[in-house]
Antibody, heavy 119, light 109 residues
Framework: EVQLVESGGGLVQPGGSLKLSCAAS????????MHWVRQASGKGLEWVARITEKDYNYAIVYAESVKGRFTISRDDSENRAYLQMNSLTVEDTAVYYC??????????WGHGTLVTVSS | QAVVTQETSLTVSPGGTVTLTCGSSTGAVTSGHYPYWIQQKPGQAPRTLIYDTNKGHSWTPARFSGSLLGGKVALTLSGAQPEDEADYYCLLFFGGARVFGGGTKLTVL
């Protein structure tokens, strides 16, 4: 069974940092691109970042809203993806989902982890 | 950054047909945007239904289909079921980055 489990969310003060983790199982993690997507309460989905698989040189792209503050990474030996978030603002408050993509076989989402930025 | 637009809300009768559309502020949506459609039911994680404009996954009900329509990308639901009531998001590719539409709230009533 394909599983993606996010962790690392919590309450952080404005200007603070947090590192999210996404643990993958049930599929070939090393052959999948990994995305982070977030959703503020009652709002729509917002794409955050993507890192490709090794065959595509671990290419990374960010949304403009997080560029320079967030860093996406992965550890294929651990089957994990990460999102390091720095200089957090209240606008970063959201549920953060990881998503694995390797069409056509893999396109799965985790259940999310809540990040709350508040003083 | 491009703005991706969708209908805010639509209603369909059980057994009926409805088409959701997705446009881009940069011009016509093409297959080069590798359009995706994502479904999210209340309180649940998102789930991808359609990729590359019109390809369904093994879990995608056959009543969902994707197409290009008049400069936009479309998701057509034929034979709506009560369990199809959800928010639907399109996702477009812009040279590496992705952008979601604002989502369409579909009511089956």
């Amino acid at each position: 069974e394909v599983q993606l489990v996010e962790s690392g969310g919590g309450l952080v003060q404005p200007g603070g940092s947090l590192k999210l983790s996404c643990a993958a199982s049930g599929f070939t993690f090393s052959g999948s691109a990994m995305h982070w997507v977030r959703q503020a309460s009652g709002k729509g989905l917002e794409w955050v970042a993507r890192i490709t698989e090794k065959d595509y040189n671990y290419a990374i792209v960010y949304a403009e809203s997080v560029k320079g503050r967030f860093t996406i990474s992965r550890d294929d030996s651990e089957n994990r993806a990460y999102l390091q978030m720095n200089s957090l603002t209240v606008e970063d408050t959201a549920v953060y989902y990881c998503r694995a993509e390797a069409v056509p076989a893999v396109d799965n989402w985790g259940h999310g982890t809540l990040v709350t930025v508040s003083s | 950054q491009a703005v991706v637009t969708q209908e805010t809300s639509l209603t369909v009768s059980p057994g009926g047909t409805v088409t959701l559309t997705c446009g881009s502020s940069t011009g016509a949506v093409t297959s080069g945007h590798y359009p995706y459609w994502i479904q999210q039911k209340p309180g649940q994680a998102p789930r991808t239904l359609i990729y590359d404009t019109n390809k369904g996954h093994s879990w995608t009900p056959a009543r969902f289909s994707g197409s290009l329509l008049g400069g936009k990308v479309a998701l057509t639901l034929s034979g709506a079921q009560p369990e199809d009531e959800a928010d639907y998001y399109c996702l477009l590719f812009f040279g590496g980055a992705r952008v979601f539409g604002g989502g369409t709230k579909l009511t089956v009533l």
